[in-house]
C-alpha cells in the first residue's frame, strides 16, 4: 500500500485517536502492522487503536462520523446515519441454539438505500419514519452495503427531519434508466445508448482464456462503461436497447454488464447529437450519488490540501510513493523525487478529494520539480508544501478527470486542471526571487 492509498487510513486513525497519538506515531505503527505483521488494513487499524488509545477508545466511544447511505462503503466501524425506513420486519433467528429477536429490512435517504439489521429485539422500527441511527458498523454483501446496529447502537425517533427519496425500483426486476441515473447499486436495469466505441480484449479468468467485449455507451445523460462475455457484435455508432443488463460498480465507478440474461437488440437513434455523453459537467452532490464517473468536470474552491502533497519520493521500481526510501515491496530504494498535489475541492454541493500529478501541480501552482527541490535543500520539504498550499488554498479551480471512491469516498484522477485569473508563473518567479534572496 502507497502512502496515496495510505493517507485517508492516517487520517481516520487520527481522528479516532484524537490526542492519543500524532501523525508520525500513526505511520510508524501502521509500516510495522502491515509490513513487520503483515495484517490487512482493517486488521491493523483495529491493533493501532487498541494500542495507542487504550481501553477508553472503542470504536463505539471514538467520535463517530455522520454519513449518507450514498457515502457508505462497508469498512465503517462507527457511524451515525439519518434515514427513513423504506421496508421492515421483525424476524427471530437461532444464534448458537439460541433464539433471537431481530429487526431488519431497507433503508434510505436522498443519496440512496441499503438494508439494515438491528441485532437487538427491542428496537421497534416503523416503515415511512425517519430514524437517526447512532454508532452502526457495516458491512458489505454481493456489492450491496448493510448497516448493522448491534447492542451499542443507539436509535432514535427523528421527526424534525424530512427526507425526500427519488422514486426507486427495490424488486429485482429490469427498470428502464437513463445512463446518468445509474448508480451503484440498483441492479438490473435496461438502458437504450449509442456505442462509442467497441473493443475486444482476451482476458485469464482462472487460467482459462476469455473474450471480453466492452466500450463506452452514451446517452444524453451521460455515459458508462459497458462489457459483456458474449459476442453482440457491437459496433461503435449503432443504437441499442439492452434489456436485464445489470450494474456492477468498480471503484465506484458502475459499469454496465451485458450478462447471460442480456437482450440486446438494435433501436433507432433519436438522440441529439449535441447532448450525446450528457453535460460532462457535475456537482459534487451528482457525484455522491453516483459513487463516481468517467471524464467529469467539477469547478470550484479549493478548501483544503491533504497530507502527502509537496515533494514526494517514488520508488525507482514500482513508482509508488514511499516513506524513508523504503519500499513495502524492494526495501531501501534510491528514490526518485516528484511533485504531487492533493487537494479538496468544495462546490458548494459538497466536497471531494483530487489528486493532481507533476504536471498539473506546475501547470497550476508554478512551482516545477526543479523549483521544489531547490526550495526544499534551502528551506526544507515543509517549506515547499506550505508555498505550495498558499498558491491553491481558497483559489476557484476547474478540474476533471475519472472520479473513483475508495474506503473513504470519491476521488478524482485529474487529467486537466486551471485554476482562474491568476498569473501562477509570475507569482512562482516572486516566490523564487525572495528565497534566492534569502539565501
Ligand atoms: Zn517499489
Known sequence: MNMEELTPHIEELKRVLGDKANEAMIIEELDTYLNKYHLDIESAKRGIIRKLGGATVGFVTAASVQKKIGELNGTEQNVDIVAKVIYVENKEITVKGVPKKIVSGIIGDDTGSSSFTVWRGDVQLNKGEVYRLKNCYTKKWNDRIQVNLGDKGVVELARDVKIDMPERNYSMSSSEMKIGEIREGVGNVTVTGRILTAETKTVNVKGEQKTVFSGIIADDTGK????????????????????????????????LNLGERCEVSRVDDTFDESAIGGSNEKTVRDILKNGGGLDITLRGDVVDIRMGSGLIKRCPECNRSIINDQCMSHGTVTPIPDLRMKFVLDDGTGSISAILNRELTEKITGVTLNMATELAKARGAEFVAKEIAERIIVKHVTISGNVMSDDYGPSMIVKDAS??????????????????AAL
Open 224 to 255: 458508462i462503461q459497458y462489457s459483456a462475455w458474449n459476442d453482440f457484435q457491437l459496433k461503435a455508432g449503432e443504437t441499442i436497447c439492452a434489456k436485464n443488463a445489470y450494474i456492477r460498480a468498480w471503484k465506484g465507478i458502475p459499469q
Open 419 to 436: 485554476l482562474e485569473n491568476v498569473d501562477v508563473e509570475k507569482e512562482a518567479r516572486a516566490l523564487y526571487k525572495t528565497v534566492e
